[in-house]
């Protein structure tokens, strides 16, 4: 999986929209996140779990207090690419979610559509339809994923 672009906000600390462009930064073939403790490094892999199977490793029931305090809404938007050649295909996954309590947030849309040139087929529009496509597509499910793509603090 080649990530291709990230934008999110209202997760953790990131009340702003962020936009990562990784077809920019991998231009040189090799990037990195960098910054002091506490800085949001790992958020951004929180938001490219977030985006794919709808949780946060590092999160109580794996999405309990996510979002930020000062933001009511929580949009994650992740573009990534599978494959080479004439094999290539880039596939996008959207969810949003809304504050239900203090610490808790319930999904209000999920999509998941694979981009072929300007036109754009739905693959699945449903919370748990969108995991199973991810899951489906990557050949890894969250566990997989955080253990060998994520590697999350301390463990």
Known sequence: MRPVRLRFRGLHSYREMQDIDFERLCEGGLFGIFGPTGS????????ITLALYAQVERAGRMRQGILNESCDDLVVDFTFELGRG????????????????PTSVAVTFARLTEHRGEQRDVIADKEREVT????????????????AVVLPQGK
Do not use: C, M, P, W
């Open 86 to 101: 004439e094999h290539k295909r880039r596939y996008q996954v959207e969810r949003r979610y809304r504050r239900t309590g």
């Open 40 to 47: 949001g490094k790992s958020t951004i892999l929180d938001a």
């Open 132 to 147: 199973a496509a991810v899951e489906h597509i990557l050949g890894l499910n969250h566990s997989d994923f955080t253990r």
